[in-house]
């Protein structure tokens, strides 16, 4: 599985997971070897064999649609470590999560500080992390797009949500979904200005792209 970064912290992407190709991602302190996972999507046996020499001490789920907790169980008896979910999302999760998480909160393990960034609208409990210029977009973002809402009312939260809480972060910041390839804020910025340039429909929803092909 690709190492996306190895510097002050070890980045592993392992995917596709599942049959909705799902990304997880194993985060590592290269000092202390200890590290947290990043979602728990179905075929767990993938993402336990790149652990390798990593120290879990958690286990992060971005939001609570079954895609993204397919795995959870399993990992759960696996790994034996505590899971962590926004409030809003704890009711999705199959068994319940021992941490709770919420916007603004720093999970700590070795020496990686991972920041709690909630933004609502594809479910009401989604997250992301960040680590340093590392942003874990779970389905809140994707390059080209927001994740997939279920309502207007959906969208206009979830589009506030990147525009307030994500684009407020460094244009080489990059992030990685919970599908797909990878991308950066600076081109999201971008993106977003080319799409709140021209008018929408108010029953916009679903899956959208910022600049339609």
């Not at 999560?97 to 709690?116: H, P, T």
């Not at 990147?162 to 244009?171: F, G, Q, S, V």
């Amino acid at each position: 599985m690709p190492v996306l970064y190895d510097g002050e912290v070890r980045i592993v992407k392992v995917g596709p997971m599942g049959p909705d190709y799902n990304n997880a991602y194993i985060l590592t302190d290269p000092e202390t070897k200890e590290g947290v996972i990043i979602d728990a999507p179905a075929e767990p046996e993938k993402l336990l064999r790149e652990i390798a020499d990593t120290k879990v001490k958690a286990v992060i789920i971005t939001h609570g649609h079954d895609d993204h907790v397919a795995g959870y169980s399993q990992m759960r008896q696996d790994t034996g470590v505590p899971f962590y979910v926004h409030p809003d999302d704890a009711h999705m999760m199959p068994e319940p999560a021992e941490e709770r998480m919420n916007d603004g909160d720093m999970i700590n393990v070795g020496k990686l500080q991972l920041k709690v960034i909630h933004t609502p609208g594809h479910t009401q409990g989604g997250v992301c992390l960040l680590v340093g210029k590392h942003l874990f977009a779970g389905d809140t973002l994707f390059p080209g797009g927001p994740g997939r809402t279920g309502s207007p009312e959906a969208f206009r939260q979830l589009k506030h949500s990147i525009e307030t809480k994500l684009l407020e972060l460094p244009d080489d910041t990059f992030f990685y979904p919970g599908h797909g390839d990878d991308g950066n804020i600076g081109k999201t910025r971008r993106d977003i200005q080319v799409f709140n340039s021209t008018e929408h429909p108010a029953h916009l929803c679903g899956d959208i792209d910022w600049i339609p092909n």
